[in-house]
């Protein structure tokens, strides 16, 4: 026999994604985010979106190194890593902070873990849980968006040498500056929570208002996520189990604000389309590595979720509270996934009795 | 397909639940009539061309056989006959290599050149005086076997287990595999025969009635077995969703009579039977006549290949003669015995078409390089293989256990053995991950230990 004897095994076809062309696809979807970060905070947001992007990458590239294993890095998902955790900080954040972050994302939420696939917590979220421990004030500090200069110069917080703290007095000179009616440094989530003043909600689904680098539009969000639900690169009931449920709940609380005097409780309009719900729920919660894969797990995961975040909001100490509403859900994928087996075909009733 | 996403009647054609869309590649061969090929001037027999015992042979070396005639006979009830696929002498009863590697016993036959090759072997039989218990032994007689790796006898699946009452006869004509096209042409081209073959099924096993299933892929093979049934019939031809895997015994009973056969069990648990669409054409057309199978039809298809077709075989014929004659270059490498999904590959070209191949699919070298190509990565969690598999498998857990070698909690708490290795799971696996191979090995492996315990 001439030639060498090769048995394969059945399938032979493959379907037409590959872990890498998901991923390249998800960085894709967050571009038009990026781009519109970018616009809207100018060559503050940029650098911010670069450097985090190349620490992810970098540290990423550095431990498969150190480790002696092929550079995971070709499979674009550090990238998306360092995309979110620039997109979820505000935009005037010290780059130095921003480089920590994101090492600590890849390092502490993926390597750890050991590597895609494996890890537990959606990397980029454990970066920005870290940040929020240890540079609290930066962290809660928020720029107005549009500032007439924004591509000539950068936040004056940005260029913070590395180890040192922001210079605020510099800060809110700038900020006066700009000259801005009406800003009080506070997000529209702040604003409802602390003042109980509701802004606009076409507003915030356009995104014109102070935010986070890039959470600010939810349209822009929302497209990238029909995008990726389209081709079939991401689970769409995933974010409308978020936002259904986080919309629901909130509508239950709305309907029992008082008639006279200032709401207690946000629309349910304002809940889904402020603060980081729209990109958590498209983006964050959507990692399919810390996600559950059962088909009733899924729904289960996305309400769980929801309802978090609008409980946080309304009723913990913080006025976000999508992160730890992510991180929680995450931390229940495991058990989730556990106990929503889904019913097999053919079952039969004796199999179950003897589960039971 | 984007028709389709148009077509509301698809929507409303019975399914299973998950499953996948592989592109269907009929298009090669979808509308080539069924040829002839020119015999070949040696056939090789294989004594187990199915599950269960190999037959044993009538015929000496050296003697001469005419095309029809009984070679060796069944060994025992679950064991089939073998008939002489072409006139000829017997050259040799000895090893030969199998399509998947080892040698098996079979017989040689040195085919007459120039012979008219008529089959004189048979008689005309009135198959409704065949007592419904005598119709057992008339299709042991004809050698068939079903289709795929397993060739299962078809007789035996006529005996109705104690205590079980089949009331409806199911004929998969869905053929959901890529690229293959022979149910689909039988059932355009010798409907009678099948709707014929379908009557003496239903009497075997007491059925009242039988539903020819297809999917809606193939709505003229509906058309064409539509003429040939009489008003008010008790056979009926229904299409369903074109969808893989489709044609799977289980996937098609949820869909014609929306009956889940229990895991574990045969169609009969649930009083079906099933049986596939060649298998019914062959029965209706031997059984009147008392012949054997001594050809099949097979589609020969693939983007390898210069004049992909329909063809009728002989038993035996060698791979090599068939892709020489129709203009093939690469090798064994390139070639799959039967669908892209399920098919195996061969060991050598030199093997012959058995009972049980319906189709010979010829990839290229560019197909092959992209497939080998694909990358390796860790299971990312998506869960697009629990949205696939038709059984409702948890495929993503099972093949993490593999991973850790935990083959038994595998089949204890994740149903492994509810895994028809349908590929599907494989097929949508972004992380390239070979999930099937993990659950075959894993089976066998849990195989061998009960063994040996
Ligand atoms: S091969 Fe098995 S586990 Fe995979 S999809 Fe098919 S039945 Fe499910
Ligand atoms: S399809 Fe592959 S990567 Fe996705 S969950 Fe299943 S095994 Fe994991």
Redesign the interface.
């Known amino acids: 026999?001439s030639?060498?004897?090769?048995?394969?095994?059945?399938?032979?076809?493959?379907?037409m994604?590959?872990?890498?062309?998901?991923m390249r696809h998800v960085v894709y979807a967050l571009l038009p985010v990026s781009l519109f970060s970018v616009m809207q905070f100018g060559l503050s947001a940029l650098a911010l979106i670069v450097t985090s992007v190349l620490v992810c990458v970098g540290t990423e590239h550095f431990f498969c190194k150190r480790s002696g294993t092929e550079s995971t890095v070709s499979?674009w998902s550090a990238v998306i890593t360092g995309l979110l955790v620039a997109l979820i900080l505000p935009p005037g954040f010290p780059l130095w902070m921003a480089a920590v972050a994101a090492f600590v994302s890849i390092a502490v939420g993926k390597v750890f873990f050991g590597?895609?696939?494996?890890n537990v917590f959606n990397p980029a979220l454990v970066g920005r849980a870290f940040a929020q421990a240890a540079f609290t004030v930066p962290i809660t500090t928020w720029t107005p968006g549009m500032a007439h200069r924004r591509f000539l110069e950068f936040i004056p917080t940005t260029l913070t040498p590395p180890f040192l703290k922001p210079d605020f007095d510099a800060f809110q000179i700038w900020v006066e500056s700009l000259k801005i009616d009406g800003y009080s440094g506070a997000t529209p989530l702040a604003m409802m929570k602390f003042d109980h003043i509701e802004v606009d909600t076409l507003e915030l689904f356009l995104g014109t208002l102070a935010s986070s680098a890039g959470e600010s539009s939810a349209l822009l969000i929302l497209l990238g996520g029909l995008y990726l639900a389209f081709r079939k690169m991401l689970?769409w009931k995933i974010p409308v189990a978020v936002l259904g449920s986080a919309f629901i709940l909130s509508g239950i609380f709305y309907l029992q604000n008082p008639e006279v005097g200032l709401p207690i409780y946000p629309s349910p309009f304002f809940t889904v389309t402020s603060g980081g719900l729209m990109l958590g729920a498209v983006f964050m919660a959507t990692d399919?590595?810390?996600?559950?894969?059962?088909?009733v797990g899924?729904w289960i995961y996305g309400i769980l979720i929801g309802s978090l975040t609008v409980m946080i909001r309304l009723f913990g100490g913080l006025n976000e509270g999508v992160m730890y509403a992510i991180l929680l859900g995450n931390a229940a994928t495991p058990l989730i996934?556990n106990l929503t087996?889904?019913?097999?075909?053919?079952?039969?009733r004796k199999?179950k009795e003897k589960a039971a | 397909m984007s028709h389709k996403l148009l077509d509301i009647q698809h929507f409303l054609r019975g399914t299973?639940?998950q499953g996948?869309h592989?592109p269907e590649n009929k298009h090669f061969t979808a509308g080539k009539p069924i040829e002839r090929l020119a015999f070949p001037p040696q056939l090789i027999l294989p004594l187990s061309q199915h599950a269960g015992k190999p037959s044993v042979a009538l015929v000496r070396k050296g003697q001469e056989v005419a095309r029809g005639e009984p070679i060796a006979r069944a060994d025992g009830f679950v064991s089939v006959p073998l008939h002489a696929p072409a006139s000829g002498v017997v050259k040799d009863i000895c090893l030969m290599p199998s399509a998947?590697?080892p040698m098996v016993e079979s017989i040689v036959l040195d085919v007459y050149a120039g012979d008219p090759q008529e089959v004189l072997y048979g008689t005309d039989v009135d198959v409704d005086a065949i007592p419904a218990s005598d119709l057992m032994q008339a299709v042991q007689d004809t050698g068939l076997v079903g289709l795929g790796g397993a060739a299962f006898p078809t007789h035996v699946k006529l005996s109705v287990p104690e205590g079980c009452v089949i009331d409806t006869v199911l004929i998969n004509g869905c053929e959901c595999e890529?690229f293959l096209t022979t149910d689909h042409r039988l059932m355009i081209e010798q409907a009678a025969d099948l709707v014929a073959g379908t009557r003496i099924l239903m009497k075997a096993v007491g059925a009242q009635r039988a539903i020819i299933g297809t999917e809606d892929n193939k709505l003229d093979a509906v058309e064409a077995i539509q003429a040939v049934l009489k008003p008010d019939d008790v056979v009926s031809v229904k299409a369903v969703q074109t969808k893989y895997p489709q044609g799977a015994e289980?996937m098609l009973a949820?869909a014609l009579v929306n009956r889940?056969?229990?895991?574990?069990?045969f169609p009969s648990a649930v009083g079906l039977g099933v049986f596939n669409v060649a298998t019914a054409t062959q029965i209706g057309q031997l059984l009147p006549k008392k012949q054997g199978v001594i050809e099949r039809v097979v589609t020969v298809t693939g983007p390898g290949i210069g004049r992909p077709g329909n063809y009728i075989v002989p038993i035996g014929t060698p791979i090599r003669f068939i892709l020489d004659a129709l203009g093939f270059e690469g090798?064994?490498?390139h070639l799959?015995m039967?669908g892209?999904?399920?098919?195996?590959?061969v060991?050598?070209l030199d093997t012959p078409i058995t009972k049980g191949c319906g189709g010979l699919?010829i990839?290229n070298e560019h197909q092959l390089t992209t497939?080998e190509q694909?990358?390796r990565?860790?299971?990312?969690?998506?869960?697009?293989c629990?949205?696939a598999c038709?059984?409702?498998?948890?495929p993503?857990?099972m093949g993490r256990m593999a991973h850790k070698a935990q083959y038994e909690t595998m089949a204890e708490r994740?149903?492994l053995n509810?895994c028809f290795?349908c590929?599907s799971c494989?097929?949508?696996?972004?992380?390239?991950i070979p999930l099937?191979?993990y659950f075959?090995v894993a089976k066998s492996v849990n195989r061998t230990k009960a063994a040996a315990s």
């Open positions: 026999m030639e060498a004897v090769q048995l394969k095994t059945s399938p032979h076809l493959r379907g994604h590959s872990v890498d062309k998901i499979d590597g895609l696939g494996y689970n399919m590595v810390s996600s559950p894969v059962t088909p899924v996934n087996q889904p019913r097999i075909y053919g079952a039969t199999r | 299973f639940n996948i592989p998947r590697g890529p289980k949820k889940e056969i229990p895991s574990g069990n090798s064994a490498r799959i039967g892209p999904m399920m098919g195996g590959t060991s050598s699919l990839l497939e694909m990358k990565y860790p299971c990312i969690n998506c869960g697009a629990v949205d038709p059984m409702m498998l948890n993503c857990e994740y149903h509810d290795e590929g494989s097929y949508v696996c972004p992380a390239a099937v191979q075959r």
